[in-house]
């Protein structure tokens, strides 16, 4: 059952269809938290995810490191914020990449925010 | 007998730990917000807290979406970060104190609020950041804590309304409390942020300023909100400020006009992805 009523655009709340959807990525992005499982990931990463059963769109998403796809296949940023750490990316650039401008656009927006 | 003697509210986010660790508190960036500290610093001087409620939000390392508690409370002798993801520089583990956290569980479960109880708990930045900011260098830790955890992760979260009663009642169980000890109720996170979708970057002064306006005088005031309307107004991660409310509610009303005094109050827009925002109150009465 779902909790949302009303759609915010450009959010996806993230309730229990979005869990269940989401559940295999979300327990391999926790796995994260490990640095020894992130040089895992990094040494052969078809494995990695065949472990964690993703889906096909879950694969997908993560091969082409898409956080939108991410969302859609039901990631959690929390979690996915670890699988970003593993490249180096941190909110600002998982920010331009889902809102479609570059990093220092992004940056710059949130600046603008502030003056 | 234990006593409230204040109440700090403060975002946690990640990027404050990094500063904190690579010494950038003085670089441009981040000057205006670590300055807005000092007067805290100050009261903590003086206010000596023996015991800190810490109320904050897990982000994936003590909890996964296995079992995920609505509201659960650390009783445990300890309390040790670890490694979220991205090699955070860790802190000093934290002293717990569980009598304390028993006492705490045992009164809010009395009023129906069914808490999980935690005899392990690993804290994150929503715990570790707030405290190197109201402490820094302060390791090893000059407080005892009482962890607080309440879900924002996975929907349904629990109401503002919700989390304001079981901040009052967390507050009512401190008075209770037998024992000598000077309590600091902190309440982490927020203010106005969304990290994740086509939304990301979103930030809402107006609701921001209302929403500390409000602490001070008419703290209930945002419990007339749905989560929904919450996230719509705050960001899916400005819905942090409950951690805000709930802290605040521990407080209570005081004896004085509007209760609470505010001893200091920061706000500044951005701080990595969102509005940053700190408040320092304490009761009149």
Redesign the interface.
Known sequence: MT????P?????????DQ?QKG?AL??M??S????AN?AEFQRDEEAYCARYGLTAAQREAVRHRN??EL?AAGG????????A??FGL???D??AQ??GVSKAE?TG???A??R | MASIIGCVMTSHVPAIGNAIAKGRQAEPYWKEWFDGFKPVHRWLATAKPDVAVVVYNDHGLNFFLDKLPTFAIGAAVEYKTADEGWNIPTVLPFTGDPAMSWHVINSVVAEDFDVTMCQEMVVDHAVCNPMQLLWPGGEPWPVRIVPVEINTVQFPLPSAARCYRLGQAIGRAIASYPADARVLVIGTGGLSHQLDGERAGFINKEFDAAFMASLTADPSWVTRYSTLELVERTGSQGIELILWLTARAALGAGSGVSGVHEVAATYHVPISNTAAGMMLLEPTG
């Open positions: 909790t949302t009523s009303q915010i655009p450009g959010t996806t709340i993230f309730d229990g869990a559940y979300n327990k992005c926790m994260f938290n490990d640095a992130r956080v939108l969302i959690n940023i929390y979690y996915l914020a670890k699988f750490g593993i941190d909110v600002q998982i920010g889902q809102t992004f927006r949130l600046l925010e502030g």
